[in-house]
């Protein structure tokens, strides 16, 4: 069993920056795959960034060259580094955890689930 939490969030002008962090339990964290959803009001959760057990990573296209994601294995945490914020980047941000170790971009591909952190960019 996996717990995530993820904190960092925050009010943003546009063009700030932000660092989520999600740290995690269990001590197989190192060989999961962990991603990053968002969810904006009255929309769908949707996908941000993956990271696999291994380091490779996978951005989606609205956040490439704005938002890099990363691990720190001895301290069980991943990382989602957002820069150039732009209010569209206004939701919820969730990070997940698979048990297998490879990153994929579909929500329904993640066994655990953190409670969110909200993230508001005004313009």
């Known amino acids: 069993q996996v717990q995530l939490v993820e904190s960092g969030g925050g009010l943003v002008q546009a063009g700030g920056s932000l660092r989520l962090s999600c740290a995690a339990s269990?001590?197989?964290?190192?060989?999961?795959?962990v991603g990053w959803f968002r969810q904006a009001p009255g929309k769908g959760r949707e996908f941000v960034a993956t990271?696999?057990?291994?380091?490779?990573?996978s951005v989606a296209d609205a956040v490439k060259g704005r938002f890099a994601i990363s691990r720190d294995n001895a301290k069980n945490t991943v990382y989602l580094q957002m820069n150039s914020l732009k209010p569209e980047d206004t939701a919820i941000y969730y990070c997940?955890?698979?048990?297998?170790?490879?990153?994929?971009?579909?929500?329904?591909?993640?066994?655990?689930w953190g409670q969110g952190t909200q993230v508001t960019v005004s313009s």
């Open positions: 990271i696999s057990w291994a380091g490779g990573t």
């Open positions: 997940a955890a698979r048990s297998q170790g490879i990153a994929m971009r579909g929500a329904d591909w993640y066994d655990y």
């Open positions: 269990g001590r197989t964290f190192s060989s999961y795959a």
